[in-house]
């Protein structure tokens, strides 16, 4: 049977000219040339944050860093897209969502130190922290929005994951409940077109937004490096999704530039020449050549830009290197949320650890192997 082609939304094209998509268009057209410009604004900020995280993981102040480098319209197009009181739930490598939901710079890169097991206050901005385990945030996603609805509350949540977390049980639950129980969540999919060194052609064998309709929902597949047609999109799932209208799925085709995380070298499992190839359909030079085009660039604007950009790095630099280390006791806390009798023998156990006391190191409570 011969497949219906899919073509990505887009509203502008690699060399910056505008696209005729009307029924797209629509649902930007209030974004004038002050929005354009405050959108390539925060490609350019989250770029520079991602670049300065990276080099502090060089430089040895961070642990690890997931880069976003190519990713910035994808995440930027999404994220300007909520309102402050839709519910965001992430992956590991949505800082540029986190930089537009409103977390503070200097607190980007705190659970990525090694100093704490989170970054930011969730209840603050409505987000929630960094996520390693794949693909389970839809789960706790299409959860959160079930129960908005329940509570009446006309909000929209949205779930950020990969390509390869497509593969995951987890969000193949997520998708069936929340399409059969109406859950009011956006699946907002980055097909940056590697899981680490899977290509992404081993995860699906159909484009992933048709996956959608198998699940009972509407499936659509945009530019991911065009931040209008990521905003045109993303505005019209999470306005169905208030209005009682269900789920949607959104693939934004995209491409992670750098490494998988500062851990990879990317050079072992992939051809210069296809990074060279998505380096030209840069998601922030699109939009500068577009504003170039319809004459919106001027060299101080642009000079204001940069010294902002400049300025966030700085605080992300400063905020890390400033992070106090945790004292080591602190181990402890949080794990459960009443006592546990394993886990105070265990305290009492690295207490008399730290504190010289001989023997006490090598005793182990019953029950606790090597
Ligand atoms: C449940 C689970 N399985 C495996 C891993 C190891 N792992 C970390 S990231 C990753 C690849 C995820 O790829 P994708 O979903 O495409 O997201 P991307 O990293 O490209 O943003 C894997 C397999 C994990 N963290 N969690
Ligand atoms: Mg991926």
Redesign the pocket.
Same mark, same amino acid.
Do not use: K, L
């Given at each position: 049977m011969a497949e219906k082609p899919t073509y990505p939304v887009q509203l502008i094209q690699p060399d910056g000219r505008r696209v005729l998509d009307r029924q797209h268009a629509a649902l930007v057209a209030d974004v004038g040339p002050d929005q354009v410009r405050a959108l390539y604004e925060d490609m350019v900020v989250a770029r520079r944050i991602d670049v300065e995280a990276t080099a502090l993981q060089r430089q040895g102040q961070l642990g690890l860093w997931?880069p976003l480098l190519g @990713?910035e319209a994808a995440q930027v197009g999404s994220a300007r897209a909520l309102h402050p009181d839709d519910y965001v739930f992430c992956?590991?490598?949505e800082a540029a969502v986190a930089y537009c939901r409103g977390v503070r710079p200097a607190e980007l890169t705190r659970l990525w130190r090694g100093v704490a097991h989170y970054c930011w206050d969730p209840g603050a901005v409505n987000m929630t922290n960094p996520n390693? *385990? *794949? +693909? /389970?945030q839809g789960l706790h996603a299409t959860g959160y929005a079930y129960a908005a609805h329940l509570d009446g509350a006309e909000i929209a949540t949205i779930a950020y994951? +990969?390509?390869?977390? %497509? /593969? $995951?049980g987890?969000l193949a639950e997520a998708l069936g409940f929340a399409a059969s129980w109406s859950a009011p969540v956006v699946f907002f999919c @980055?097909?940056? @077109?590697?899981?680490?060194s899977?290509p *992404?052609r081993i $995860?699906s064998a159909t484009p992933i937004a048709r996956r959608a309709y198998g699940y009972g929902m509407p499936g659509v597949q945009v530019d991911g490096n065009d931040v209008l047609a990521v905003l045109a999109v993303t505005r019209q799932a999470v306005a169905r999704a208030r209005s009682g209208g269900g789920p949607s799925f959104i693939e934004a085709l995209t491409y992670?530039m750098g490494p998988? %995380?500062t851990a990879d070298d990317p050079t072992r499992y992939r051809a210069a020449a296809e990074t060279e190839e998505w380096k030209r359909r840069d998601p922030i030079d699109r939009v500068r050549r577009l504003l170039e085009r319809e004459g919106l660039l001027d060299e101080d604007w642009e000079r204001q830009v940069a010294a902002h950009a400049d300025d966030v790095a700085r605080q992300v630099r400063t905020a890390t290197i400033e992070m106090p280390d945790p004292a080591p006791m602190e181990l402890f806390d949080h794990v459960y949320a009443t006592p546990h009798p394993l886990l105070d023998e265990q305290r009492r156990e690295y207490a008399e650890y730290l504190t010289g006391d001989p023997g006490a190191s090598s005793a182990r409570p019953e029950g606790v192997r090597p």
């Open positions: 997931p @990713q992956s590991y490598r390693i *385990v *794949v +693909g /389970s994951f +990969g390509d390869g977390a %497509t /593969s $995951q987890d @980055q097909n940056n @077109q590697w899981a680490i899977a *992404v $995860q992670r998988h %995380t």
